[in-house]
């Protein structure tokens, strides 16, 4: 009866002007596909501590635990490539890691 929005959101037109709340749940979602197929080697228990917590201005911003960020960092230019290919044009331009 209801439709998702993770599926009303691949509906949207790739040229309309989206609310920014709308582009950042999608960028929110595209991380967390690409979370874990850049860093599918490191255990899932881990990979649940990093957290995307603001996109603005095309810079996604993660929380996650010292260590982690870390490693996120050293594998940024990958993960930010496969976001901006699975949203299908380059929405985020650059990945700021935060340690909790």
Same mark, same amino acid.
């Given at each position: @009866?209801?439709?998702q929005?993770?599926? !009303?959101? &691949?509906? *949207? #037109?790739?040229?309309? &002007?989206t609310p920014?709340?709308? /582009?950042?749940?999608? /960028?929110?979602?595209?991380f967390f596909d690409s979370l874990k197929?850049?860093?599918?080697d !490191? #255990?899932?228990?881990v !990979? &649940?501590?990093?957290? #995307?917590?603001?996109f603005k201005k095309g810079v996604l911003t993660v929380k996650s635990p010292?260590? @982690?960020?870390?490693? *996120?960092? @050293?594998r940024a230019g990958g993960l930010m490539r496969d976001i901006n290919e699975t949203l299908g044009k380059k929405i985020v331009r650059s990945l700021r890691f935060r340690s909790f």
């Open positions: @009866m209801f439709t929005v993770g599926d !009303l959101i &691949k509906t *949207l #037109p790739k040229r309309s &002007k920014d709340a709308i /582009v950042a749940l999608h /960028v929110r979602r595209a197929k850049v860093c599918g !490191l #255990p899932e228990s !990979l &649940k501590t990093a957290r #995307p917590t603001s010292g260590l @982690m960020s870390s490693e *996120l960092q @050293m």
